[in-house]
């Protein structure tokens, strides 16, 4: 009995060195938090879309691993810059990670405009796209003008992020409108014209009419459209009208389709229709629709 109770202690003895040696060796091949953080924006720089998207995702749920448990409905940029105040130390990695990877991103999804096929349902990249352009726009970070310029096209978040910087964007946003993309062009207009509106001035305003003269003779139509939208918000509107006049009989883009007004003889010329729009709006004294 004896000898088999030593037996059993010198085995639960062995067995507990052995998960205390495993418990060691587990926590030094573990990453610390540093670690972690270093292997995610590495992953971040990678070139494949596939590690761009998984790194982004680990990088959000890092950050928000410290974030009180609860009921909150914080999104992802609070989540961020929460983290970011928490920690200064990490923050100019972290934030010049996230502007480098929306730069790339935009060269992917706006310029080439073809993201490549993988396993990712193309919904969860478009949204894993939109979620890093808001991220980015949160950023208090002038560093990240270019890379939101170049996310123009994507609406309200670039959009917003770049008007916080005022006439910091302004250069960046007017490089925009020598983009081959039309779409690109039209959105930095509107983007350009509302800058130069708010600097209150008469050379910005002498500005933002040179821009809106010179993007009616853009080769593409939805540039025309957004010029002409715009002068309808000018105080000098009247003194396109000829200008607008000779749009509504000439401009030659043809649509499939009826003009909602039955203008163009049943046809559809989007750019004239608007410039016939502006018209009425002059004649009746409408207040513009921004």
């Not at 790339?104 to 999804?109: C, M, Q």
């Not at 607008?244 to 389709?257: C, N, S, V």
């Amino acid at each position: 009995m004896f000898e088999e109770a030593m037996t059993m202690r010198s085995g639960f003895l062995i067995l507990i060195l052995g998960l205390t040696m495993s418990g060691a060796v587990s926590a030094q091949e573990a990453p610390s938090g540093k670690n972690q953080l270093l292997d995610i924006l590495a992953r971040m720089h990678n070139q494949d879309l596939h590690t761009h998207l998984t790194a982004f995702n680990d990088l959000m749920s890092y950050v928000s691993s410290e974030w009180p448990k609860g009921p909150q409905t914080t999104g992802p940029s609070d989540t961020l810059n929460n983290f970011l105040t928490r920690h200064p130390d990490k923050a100019d990695q972290v934030k010049i990670s996230l502007i480098h990877l929306l730069s790339e991103e935009n060269h992917l999804f706006i310029e080439t405009k073809n993201p490549p096929p993988d396993s990712n349902d193309e919904d969860d990249v478009g949204e894993y796209y939109a979620e890093l352009v808001d991220v980015v726009s949160s950023l208090n970070d002038e560093r990240a003008i270019p890379a939101l310029a170049g996310a123009i096209t994507t609406g309200g978040m670039a959009q917003r992020g770049l008007l916080k910087y005022g006439d910091k964007a302004l250069g960046p946003v007017l490089k925009q409108l020598k983009s081959s993309d039309a779409l690109v062009r039209a959105s930095a207009l509107g983007l350009s014209t509302e800058i130069l509106e708010g600097r209150k001035d008469s050379a910005s305003h002498a500005q933002m009419i040179s821009l809106i003269q010179s993007s009616l003779k853009d080769p593409a139509a939805v540039v025309r459209r957004h010029a002409v939208r715009e002068i309808d918000c000018l105080d000098e509107r009247q003194d396109f009208i000829p200008v607008l006049q000779e749009i509504a009989k000439t401009d030659p883009d043809k649509l499939p389709g009826r003009a909602d007004d039955g203008g163009d003889g049943g046809q559809f010329y989007p750019v004239r229709a608007d410039a016939r729009r502006v018209l009425r709006d002059v004649q009746n004294n409408v207040t513009c629709k921004p």
